[in-house]
């Protein structure tokens, strides 16, 4: 069984595949050493490791080039680059890893770009001239890189499946808004916001990755994600901050963020273990009453300072004091003035009143 993903692999592997991405000069170098059917085995940094298990080749410590990397694939041997893939060190390299360190490839050029990898700690690139494919080699990591064509349709997809979510993320919001006004809401209600926001954000942290692997050919997509998730993150926050219990059950928000991020999957869908992520009780507490502290409504208040919002909510203690507050209590809060006063109450009642409207209209 293969070793669980280590975070810091994780985030390397996402560091290679932005250098490897379409439109870099390395990618040219990799396409045109496929083009030309012959293999590579590259490895992106040099040290004293590097140096112990190389043997034979050739100096070179010249400025890197797609042609120049393809050139030096036709010899034998492995290439060694900077870092940065931004100057060629050496070529021709016979590498000698650690035979004693355990790999599950078979052929001779992959096993040993896995055997590097692992031992020195830099990414390795192996280039398949039998198979056709570039694989990558970060830690524990294998990660073989697709054709832009395959990602993109994939990437499609999960971009049609966001905005689906997206839709109802929204339908669930407004509910939610218009709960809080009414001072109807439950634990349930609560977590089915927190649930769909969850799920948004984990497709939108799939498509990333994507638009990662696409390059300057996942522009678009990249703007598109951006529209559809933008104040996402923010929500997910503003529920947690708006509901988490006082007391001694009360947990720092971005322990409760991560908590939730932990969820598998099958766990995330049950809205119990949603509710029990937040701090909000299980199964028998869902329809029990919860009550906002403001948090979230303030937010959507045009021009209103995060440090107004924070005075305001100690000042009340929740939402319902603040829907019933008038001109002068509002004045009664430290750097709130008349105009800002209204401001609020103006902000306030036009919330409500579109909540409303949207839930029985």
Known sequence: MAPPDRPDDVERLRAVLAGVAPGTQLRDGLERILRGRTGALIVLGTDRTIDTISSGGFRLDVPFSATGLRELAKMDGAIILDADATRIIRAAVHLMPDATIH??????????????????????????????????????????????????????????????????????????????????????????????????????????????????????????????????????????????????????????????????????????????????????????????RGYRLLAKVPRLPATVVERLVDHFGGLQKLLGAGIDDLQAVDGVGELRARSVREGLSRLAESSILERYV
């Open 103 to 292: 790999s599950e490839e078979t052929g001779t050029r992959h096993r040993t770009a896995d055997r590097v990898a692992r031992m020195t700690g830099y990414p390795v690139i192996s280039v398949s001239q039998s198979m056709q494919i570039i694989a990558l080699y970060v830690g524990e990591r294998r990660y073989v890189l697709e054709d832009t064509g395959s990602i993109l349709a994939r990437a499609n997809q999960a971009l049609a499946t966001l905005e689906r979510y997206k839709m109802r993320l929204d339908e669930v919001s407004s509910t939610l808004s218009a709960l809080e006004i009414e001072d109807l809401v439950t634990v349930r209600d609560v977590a089915v916001v927190a649930q769909r926001l969850e799920m948004v954000a984990r497709i939108a942290r799939e498509i990333e990755d994507y638009v990662l692997e696409l390059g300057t050919d996942g522009r678009l997509m990249a703007l598109q994600l951006e529209e559809l998730v933008t104040g996402v993150d923010q929500d997910r926050f503003l529920v947690v901050r708006d509901y988490q219990p006082a007391g001694k059950k009360a947990r720092a928000h971005e322990v409760v963020l991560t908590d939730m991020q932990e969820l598998d999957a099958t766990t995330l869908v049950d809205v119990s273990a949603v509710a029990a992520a937040l701090g909000l009780g299980s199964t028998e507490m869902l329809d029990s009453p919860v009550a906002p």
